[in-house]
């Protein structure tokens, strides 16, 4: 983890390179890569800080931030007008984590344990709201294509289902924090903070602030730099962004898997994308008329076949609350196969 | 529900319309109402009558006269040739019973129980039954849309799908009735009769006869009245005459959730669902022969989707034997974002 | 058993006939006959080579030859370029095993025995490989259809798709047979050989080879002879081949569930339709490009719908490891839908 700080010094570079309107491929690369190190340490800092908090407020914070180099990106790429790449970094984030970290995670975890257990609730509160993610991406698909609704009816669609979404979220929140938060015995790891207050609010505050800064360059430069480097818009939004963005998660919930901490190594990858889908897209939704870019939420059919494939396929494995290295496998190789295929088209 | 019986005064009114030609928006909307009480009370009649005659033949009482209501409408609407509303109105009914009663079921009685829990052998013969519902709507669909097969053949298909579904309708009875009852203790309601067994059969013998009256008036009045009102016949068929054909059904699983009764609830409402695409619909296919206006069992797209994501969603959720206050939540928004779609197209 | 051998005496009577140019419809019936005999005496050969050589190559040795005769079939099929009637037979196979052999399993042996159960890790192992096969499927048909892939790099992602089956077809071997192998006490017959080594081998070498004579008489008569019976093409490899191809697996299968061994029951039938997909497809996606006939592994969309619709009931129906004669009935209702759809196009 100490090496990955190195990617820091990425930011005054790509900051020099923006000002020396340097090739906007080596820009777009310089920027994303300083991401990485950025989402590790607001995760980081979200953690110190909720043990401060307490566990109410820190479940809050650590549910709000934990995606929120994601959610910086899109929301920028949203101000840009990229709506398909917006839709994209969601679809990208929902697979990436649900495929390739769960898939990771049991797979190499599997190697070291004959068989990885998930507490029941977990399993079951997890794919209950991976289903609403099905539902969410179905509803506004099904009525756009096989009941032809017109494109500002789609958006009032949209915008319903944003609230629906939103409201399963808060549902879901006061359910495993506060009514049901018995059933939960995550385990977590030693809760002795080692920052003070102090540093982790002011750590917080500068590495939100360096991902914004990030975030709004790598925007500029998508464009420019997919048409240099000969790949398809789709690719770079539904692959290379969201494992550049989720790097940090990525390791996190493959050394719990080595623990055998499946929950929260479960947490970190189906939580993640509950989070993406439930809680980011809704809020893109209303962003969306603020900026005067109104998005509804109808995905591209591709995007909407993949991921349901993937949730399909995610909740059969997770569902009997424990899993092995073949199912970790499986998972990997579908996303291996749906990267491929995204390469290809 | 002593209130609601002041709705059977709308039957002498739907009379005293129809005789004078009033507006037909009127006359449906009062007809439809009428039907609320009506329903409750063939409902109240079954079960007393059911005690009269013994645990088998009252089972397979209730399980025949327990969507009377229903099964009464929809016929008329086939004589009359409204095709499209029969079918609207079976899929309606499906999606109306297991998304909406037991949403409404699972969240309201698990605000008040953290857990709500199913005889595991109820809710695997229901999830089992819900399957051989999608076979029956995605047969005829897959041969169809990717087989282009012949309209004269598909109505082969649909006969031969009729045949299957009350083959597997039959073998269930004598499944839950018969062979494997002892695994079924549903807890049920006291069972002393309340009326005799003369009582029992003359009212279910006018209450019967009322709706066949209200039915024939109510489909009359559909076309009119959905123009008049600024409806698709859709939206009509798929939501409004189930949700009112359905309110004493609705309200009955509601009271059960709350005495956590969940088994009744699950069986009013899936059971229903799967009384009407197991039983109602195949009777309607041979009937339609018999009325002149043959009835393929090929739905419309959109019925086909969201009944199919409905049933994947509930079997997700009812297959591990026990739901909560979330998952009731999910059922209930999916019901309500697929009626706003249907509102909105 | 027995008088199945009877049918032996067809094999000197194609050959008869196929030097004296006969009907080529009597050819395709007789060699497609004679090779049920056939595909019973490898199996036994198999096994009782699996004896002596011990479980572990044993074990390699069933899964390898199980299905020999399908696998040489195929191989003329596709040495002729008839590349559709290769992909019919192996979709063919997959849903005759899953539907029809596991159905009739689960409703004969469910009128003897009130529940069949099975090990739990074998139905969950089973059902998690049946995913792979969805997946496998789904990716090359959402890329086509969604994705407008050109057909060069449709070959490409079919070819990738074929390493991953295989890959989880190894993985899988690895899990059951070595990793993971305590926890399949399958119950098997009793072990002791009747016939010697060099029997074994000899018989096994003789019957594959009848098969291979067989089997490219069969291929060549197959175009002509669906014509002079007025079949389509799709209904022979979908239904015909596979129903014969499989009649010994399936006389297999209902004996051990009459004795309640479902394990058994459920390892002949999905696992054979696990190993025609996961091994016998790529198997065949790469000898296609030995014959110069390049084969992708894009299904057509009435086969995929299939396929998945059979999955998604099969899995539902195994994941609780128990079954019945409801759901046994249930599958075996499907198949026989699935097939008259196919039999009417």
């Given at each position: ?61 650590n549910a709000t ?38 898939g990771l995670s ?84 030693g809760q002795n ?153």
């Amino acid at each position: 983890m100490k090496y990955l700080n190195l990617l820091l010094l990425l930011i005054p570079a790509v900051i020099v390179m923006e000002f020396t309107h340097a090739n906007e491929a080596y820009i777009f690369a310089a920027s994303l890569l300083s991401i990485v190190p950025l989402a590790a340490i607001i995760g980081k800092a979200t953690e110190e800080l909720s043990i401060h908090t307490g566990p109410r407020i820190g479940g809050l914070l650590n549910a709000t931030l934990g995606n929120a180099a994601e959610l910086i990106i899109t929301i920028f790429a949203l101000k840009a007008g990229l709506i398909s790449i917006v839709k994209a970094s969601i679809a990208g984030s929902i697979l990436g984590n649900i495929l390739l970290v769960l898939g990771l995670s049991a797979f190499i975890g599997g190697l070291k344990y004959e068989r990885l257990q998930f507490n029941c609730y977990v399993s079951n509160l997890n794919t209950s709201l991976l289903l609403m993610i099905i539902i969410s991406l179905s509803v506004p698909a099904i009525f756009s294509i096989s009941g032809h609704i017109e494109p500002d009816r789609l958006q009032t669609l949209s915008l319903w289902t944003a609230v629906g979404l939103l409201l399963i979220y808060v549902a879901s929140m006061l359910f495993s924090f506060k009514t049901h938060k018995h059933l939960f015995h995550v385990e977590h790891e030693g809760q002795n903070f080692e920052w003070g207050l102090k540093k982790s609010v002011t750590v917080l505050f500068f590495s939100v602030a360096a991902v914004v800064v990030m975030s709004e360059i790598l925007v500029e430069t998508i464009e420019p730099a997919t048409k240099a480097l000969g790949l398809s818009e789709l690719f770079v939004g539904l692959i290379l962004i969201p494992i550049v963005g989720n790097a940090a998660e990525h390791s996190a919930a493959i050394i719990m898997a080595l623990k055998n901490k499946m929950n929260i190594a479960l947490e970190i990858a189906v939580g993640s994308s509950v989070q993406i889908a439930l809680f980011v897209a809704p809020v893109l939704v209303f962003l969306g008329y603020a900026f005067g870019h109104p998005m509804n939420l109808l995905f591209n059919p591709l995007e909407i076949a993949c991921i349901i494939l993937a949730i399909v396929v995610v909740n059969n494995i997770v569902r009997d609350s424990e899993t092995d290295y073949l199912e970790g496998l499986i998972l990997f190789v579908t996303y291996i196969l749906i990267s491929i295929g995204f390469f290809l088209i």
